[in-house]
C-alpha cells in the first residue's frame, strides 16, 4: 500500500449540502454534434455518466448492469447472450434491441477506440428477441465483460449525443451540471420527481494544480484521475489527513523502447539500460511507498505460466550495472545519447532526473523530450482495461521484434482458452527475450476525496463512476 504523507489541513469540512462538485483532471469536457470525444479523465466521465453499455463498473470496479439486466455466458466464452432491461433515451424513447446492436456494430468498428484490438474476436452480433441480444465470437473471450463495462464501449445515438443515463446533462457548458436520469426500474416513478440537490453532481475539468487548490479550498469534493505526474504536487498544499486515497491499479508503467537504431539494435544493449535502473530509488524519489516492479506480467492472469522474470532479477544493484557497463564500453559507435518522450509535469521532472542519473552510472547520456516530439523512449502509464495477459504484452510491444509480435498474433487468434494460455506464455518469453519494454513500477493513480462521497471506493479499475459517489438515497 503506497505510504501517504502527513498533510494536516483545516478541520472543518465541506458541508454536505448542494451538487457534489468534481473536478477531473485533464480539459473540459467536449462536445460534438455527433459525440462526446473520449480525450482524458473529465470526457470519460461525462460518458460514462450519461451513457452506459449492455454493462458498467460500480464503485468498487465490478461488473453491474448497464442496458442489460442479466447475461448469461456460454461455450467458455464463445457466446454471451444479454437480456435488456427496459431503458429510455435521455429524450424519452425506449432503447431497442435494434438500436443496441447497430450502435454495438458501430462502437467496435470505431477508429478512435482503443479497445478495438482486443474485440476482434467478435464474430457477429444479432438481435434474437425485442429484449434479448446475443454477442457471438470466434474464439472464446471468457473475460469479455470487462471491455464491455468500459466507457469506451458506452453507447450514444447522434445527433445530438444522447445516451441512456445514469445521469443526464441540465446544463451542457464546460462545467456540465448533471442529474438522474428517469429510471423505469425504480418501485415508484413518481419519487424521482422530489430529486435533491445533493444528488447533482458539477463536472469540472481542470489542471491538477487548480484541482487541487479547489478541493483544499472546501470549493469541490472530490479530485479524479491524479497520476505519478501531478502526485508531488500535494507535498506542498494543506489537506485533510485523509483526503488522499490511492487505487491497488493494476496494469504498465514502464519505458517502451521505440526506436531500434544503433545501440538499442541489440535486445543484450536494451537489457542492459533496464539493467542500470535503481527502481527503488525511482519509485521512492517520487511517491515513497510505489511499488516497483521488473516484469511486465503481474500475475499469471491466462497465461499458462508464471510470468517471465529477467535474468538479472536476483544480482544487485552494482552487478547488474557492472554487467550494463560492459555492454556500454563494447559499443564501438560512440558516445551514447538517448532521448525519452514525457510530459511536462512535477512527476515527469523527477522520473527523468531518476532515470538520467541510473544512465549516467553506466555511461549514457539521457535527455527530455516533449511527449510529441521524435525520441527513442516512451514513457507509457496504462490501467488494465481487463485482465488478460494479452493486454499487457500487446500494450508493451510499442515496437517490439517480429518473433515477439508474431507470438502475440498467435495468441490472438488460439482457437481455445488451453491453447491461449500456452501462446500467451510463449508471447511473453518472446517479448521478455526481445527487451523492448522496461518495467519500472505499478501505475500510480489517486483521488482527493471529501467525507461527504461515502460510497466512493478504491479499486483496481482506478475507476469511480460519478452516480457512485454517494450512498444512493433513502
Keep these: ?88 433515451w435521455t429524450g424519452g424513447d425506449r432503447v431497442t434491441a435494434e438500436q ?40 472464446p473471450r471468457p473475460d469479455l465483460l470487462k471491455l464491455f463495462a468500459q466507457p469506451d464501449m458506452a453507447l450514444l445515438r447522434s ?42 453532481v458539477r463536472l469540472i475539468g481542470e489542471r491538477a494544480s487548480h484541482a487541487i487548490l479547489r478541493f483544499a479550498a472546501r470549493r469541490s469534493d472530490l479530485v479524479s484521475g491524479g497520476t505519478y505526474a501531478d502526485w508531488p504536487l500535494l ?8 483526503a488522499a486515497r490511492i487505487d491497488p491499479a493494476v496494469g504498465l508503467f514502464g519505458i517502451a523502447i521505440i526506436n531500434r537504431d544503433g545501440f538499442l539494435a541489440d535486445p543484450a544493449n536494451r537489457i542492459a539500460l533496464s539493467e542500470a535502473i535503481d527502481r527503488t530509488a525511482l519509485v521512492a524519489a517520487i511517491a515513497p511507498g510505489w511499488d516497483a516492479v521488473d516484469r511486465i506480467l503481474p ?49 515527469a521532472t523527477l522520473l527523468h532526473g531518476q532515470l538520467a542519473a541510473s544512465f549516467a552510472t553506466i555511461g549514457i547520456a539521457l535527455d527530455r523530450v516533449d511527449a510529441d516530439a521524435e525520441a527513442d523512449l516512451l514513457l507509457i502509464d496504462a490501467v488494465a482495461p481487463y485482465d488478460s495477459a494479452r493486454w499487457y504484452l500487446a500494450t508493451a510491444c510499442m515496437a517490439c521484434g517480429d518473433q515477439a509480435q508474431q507470438a502475440l498474433d498467435a495468441a490472438r487468434l488460439a482457437p481455445t482458452p488451453a491453447e491461449r494460455g500456452t501462446r500467451i506464455a510463449a508471447a511473453d518469453a518472446a517479448l521478455s527475450a526481445d527487451a523492448g519494454f522496461i518495467p519500472l513500477a505499478r501505475p500510480l493513480r489517486w483521488s482527493l476525496v471529501a467525507p461527504r462521497l461515502a460510497a466512493w471506493q478504491a479499486n483496481s479499475r482506478a475507476w469511480h463512476p460519478l452516480n457512485r459517489l454517494r450512498p444512493d438515497p433513502t
Design 299 to 347: 500475475d499469471t492472469l491466462d497465461s499458462a505460466a508464471p510470468p517471465q522474470i529477467p535474468d538479472w532479477s536476483l544480482l544487485t544493484l552494482d552487478q547488474r550495472r557492472a554487467a550494463a557497463r560492459a555492454r556500454v564500453a563494447a559499443w564501438s559507435g560512440g558516445p551514447i545519447r538517448l532521448r525519452l518522450a514525457l510530459s511536462r509535469s512535477p512527476g
Design 1 to 88: 500500500m503506497l505510504a501517504l504523507p502527513l498533510l494536516i489541513g483545516a478541520c472543518d469540512r465541506r458541508r454536505d449540502t448542494g451538487a457534489v462538485v468534481v473536478s477531473a483532471i485533464g480539459e473540459a469536457p467536449a462536445y460534438t454534434a455527433t459525440e462526446i470525444p473520449l480525450r482524458d479523465t473529465p470526457s470519460r466521465l461525462l460518458i460514462d455518466a450519461t451513457a452506459q453499455g449492455l454493462v458498467r463498473f460500480d464503485a468498487a470496479g465490478q461488473i453491474e448492469p448497464g442496458l442489460a439486466e442479466r447475461w448469461t455466458v456460454l461455450d467458455d466464452g464463445a457466446s454471451y447472450i444479454f437480456r435488456l432491461r427496459g431503458a429510455y
Design 100 to 139: 443496441v446492436v447497430r450502435l454495438l456494430r458501430r462502437r467496435i468498428a470505431a477508429r478512435d477506440n482503443p479497445l478495438a484490438p482486443f474485440l476482434t474476436a467478435i464474430d457477429e452480433i444479432v438481435v434474437m428477441t425485442p429484449q434479448v441480444i446475443e454477442i457471438r465470437l470466434a474464439r
Design 159 to 200: 445527433p445530438p449525443p444522447t445516451g441512456s443515463g445514469p445521469l443526464r446533462i441540465v446544463s451542457a457548458s464546460a462545467t456540465p451540471l448533471l442529474r438522474p436520469a428517469f429510471d423505469p426500474g425504480r418501485a415508484d416513478p413518481d419519487d424521482q420527481a422530489e430529486l435533491q440537490p445533493e444528488q447533482d
Design 235 to 242: 507535498a506542498g498544499v494543506d489537506l485533510p489527513r485523509t
